[in-house]
């Protein structure tokens, strides 16, 4: 897997240039980064297995104890693989399409139709970019309203065509400018939300860094949704977070603390469905280690869309029940609360994906 086209994996913009090694690091990851250039330059095999003990250590100690504001600079980290590094390494044959068919392209959405192990799936999420200037033409990756209409047109011709979607979230917010809003961001966003919600084709998320607002929401509701181990997924930056409660930035750490940023506070809130691994040290230490462990999650979900796992009443009610407050007075008073379709919400239907999908 993972040839994809020349001209798309040219669109990581040659990562070797980007910034790395100690002038790329954070903090608490520099010990780190020091024993593994001593280890390569370890002259005898007694010297090796020290500092591989050493580095174990640290390595255990520093990523066992991490703090929520910690796990906040690892999804922000300027050299955390992208959504067209894993792409590029998942995916066969992808073409990237263009334009929302009103006002233009947006480069911070990327969207196209690709073969995972020989399925055809369609493809879109958001694109940070890697060097300065990718960055830049990429807006960060916060889109404007063309973007979500690109990825909303890529939506309704995998319903079309019976194509299972695949969805990649890394994005800090939709761009909040004034274009952008003169565009309908706001309206855009929702409508996505929306059309999602009602989708018949299966659609699977992954949120591979940082997702924030309704900007990563809008291509974040599916039928299952993974996260990556050191990803985030909030309502809003912990900096604004902190502006709002304590007019403070500076107790962006407090913040992060209580907005409860980690994927696995996540998973028990019942906000996504599988937390992934990343490698030892991030997923920015070994992206190819990374790009497997996704790749086997979308084959467990692919696994399950031609089991006829994945409806549209369970997508509905997953998102329905989020937040829902139910006292505890036992299984039986809880579901006598709710409707008989809820009930039979989990109950999968059938869905046909045609020919080799």
């Not at 591989?52 to 504001?69: A, G």
């Not at 400018?177 to 929306?194: D, F, M, S």
């Not at 989708?199 to 998320?205: I, K, Q, S, Y």
Request: charged share 30%; aromatic share 6%; proline share 5%.
């Amino acid at each position: 897997m993972g040839r994809g086209l020349v001209g798309v994996a040219g669109l990581t913009e040659n990562r070797k240039s980007a910034d790395s090694g100690l002038d790329a690091s954070l903090p608490f990851e520099r010990r780190i980064i020091e024993l593994e250039a001593q280890l390569e330059k370890a002259g005898t095999d007694q010297e090796r297995r020290a500092l591989e003990r050493e580095l174990e250590r640290e390595r255990e100690t520093v990523f066992s104890n991490l703090t929520p504001w910690q796990r906040m600079q690892l999804a922000r980290h300027q050299r955390r693989p992208r959504m067209l590094d894993y792409v590029t390494r998942i995916l066969d044959d992808f073409v990237e399409l263009h334009g929302d068919r009103a006002i233009g392209d947006d480069p911070a959405i990327v969207a196209g139709i690709g073969r995972f192990k020989g399925q055809t799936v369609v493809v879109a999420g958001h694109q940070k970019g890697v060097t300065t200037d990718e960055r830049t033409r990429r807006n960060f990756g916060m889109p404007h309203p063309e973007g979500y209409r690109k990825a909303l047109r890529m939506f309704h011709m995998a319903e079309r065509l019976r194509m299972p979607i695949l969805n990649f979230v890394d994005t800090p917010a939709a761009y909040p400018g004034v274009v952008a809003e003169q565009h309908g961001q706001g309206p855009v966003i929702a409508r996505n939300l929306l059309e999602l919600a009602g989708l018949r084709t299966p659609v699977f998320v992954a949120i591979l860094g940082e997702g924030g607002s309704g900007g990563a929401l809008a291509v974040a509701v599916g039928d299952w949704v993974a996260m990556f181990e050191h990803a985030i997924y909030v309502v809003c930056p912990p900096e604004s977070c902190a502006e709002i409660l304590w007019r403070d930035k500076e107790k962006k750490e407090q913040a992060a603390a209580a907005m409860k940023v980690a994927a696995k506070d996540l998973l028990e809130l019942g906000t996504i469905d599988a937390v992934l691994p990343e490698p030892p040290g991030g997923a920015h230490r070994d992206p190819d280690a990374a790009a497997n462990v996704l790749a086997d999650e979308i084959e467990r979900f692919l696994t399950g869309c031609r089991e006829a796992r994945w409806s549209l009443a369970r997508r509905q009610h997953k998102f329905r029940n989020m937040g829902l407050w139910v006292e505890r007075r036992g299984k039986a008073a809880e579901a006598a609360d709710l409707p008989d379709q809820a009930r039979n919400a989990s109950r999968p239907a059938a869905v046909d994906l045609g020919g080799d999908n």
